[in-house]
C-alpha cells in the first residue's frame, strides 16, 4: 500500500509534533530529577528549594554563611553547571581561581603565561591556579584539599574566590547524592580554610 502524495505534509507534521512532544517531556523529566536531588539536599542540610520548575536553587546555611547552589542543563549556547556559592562574612586575603587544565591553559604556558605551581607534579599538571598572592594559596591549598581536588579532577572543578564570595562549580549536572556531597565537602573544606584565624 502506498502512501498519497497529498499526505506527506500531513504526516511530517505529525512527525514534528511527535519529537516536539519528546523533547519537552524528556527536559520536564530531567527537571524534575534536579529538583528532586535538591530537595533531599535541603533535608540534609536544613535548607529549602525555591525558585521556579525549571531553575530551582538550594539555600542553606553553612557555619552562618549563605549557601547558594544552582543546577543548569547545558544548551547549544551555554554549558551545563552545578554551582555552589558561599558569601563570606569578610574579604579574603586574596583572590583566587583554580581550575583544571585545558588545552588554552597549556598553550597560554608555552607562550609564557604563569601560573602558580605548588611543586607538586600531578597537581601541577592537572590544574591551574591564578593569585596575585601566592603565599596565600600556598596557605589554602594544603594537601588534604589537593587530595580532594585530585579526586575529582574527572569531574573538572572549577573555584573561585573573589572578594567575599567563593564559588565551586563543576560543569555538568549532578546527578547523584554522592556528586552533590563530594561538590559541598569540597566547598567547606575551602570556606574552614579561609575562615581559619590569620586570614
Known amino acids: 500500500m502506498e502512501v498519497p502524495e497529498t499526505l ?3 504526516l511530517f507534521g505529525l512527525f514534528v509534533i511527535i ?5 519537552l517531556v524528556l527536559s520536564l523529566l530531567r527537571y524534575r530529577v534536579i529538583r528532586q536531588l535538591m530537595e533531599q539536599q ?11 520548575y525549571l531553575l530551582p536553587v538550594l539555600k542553606f546555611p553553612y ?39 585545558s588545552l588554552g591553559a597549556r598553550l597560554g604556558k608555552a607562550f609564557g603565561a604563569s601560573d602558580v605551581l605548588l611543586n607538586s607534579d600531578e ?4 590544574f591551574v ?18 587530595e580532594k581536588l585530585l579526586g575529582m579532577r574527572q569531574q573538572k572543578p ?21 556528586r552533590y556531597d563530594q561538590l559541598f565537602e569540597l566547598a567547606f573544606y575551602i570556606t574552614d580554610q579561609v575562615l581559619e584565624p590569620g586570614f
Do not use: C
Open 8 to 10: 506527506y505534509p500531513i
Open 19 to 23: 519529537v516536539i512532544t519528546l523533547v
Open 42 to 52: 535541603a533535608m540534609k542540610h536544613g535548607g529549602s528549594v525555591v525558585g521556579s
Open 63 to 101: 557555619r552562618g554563611l549563605p549557601v547558594v547552589v544552582t543546577s543548569v542543563p547545558g544548551t547549544k549556547y551555554r554549558p551545563a553547571k552545578t554551582e555552589v556559592n558561599i558569601t563570606l562574612k569578610k574579604i579574603a586575603a586574596a583572590d583566587l581561581k583554580i581550575m583544571t587544565e
Open 123 to 126: 597537581f601541577d599538571r592537572e
Open 129 to 146: 591556579i591564578k593569585t596575585k598572592d601566592e603565599a596565600f594559596v600556598r596557605t589554602i591549598l594544603t594537601l588534604t584539599l589537593q
Open 158 to 178: 572549577r573555584i573561585s574566590l573573589e572578594g567575599t564570595w567563593l564559588a565551586v562549580s563543576v560543569p555538568r549536572v549532578i546527578r547523584t547524592e554522592e
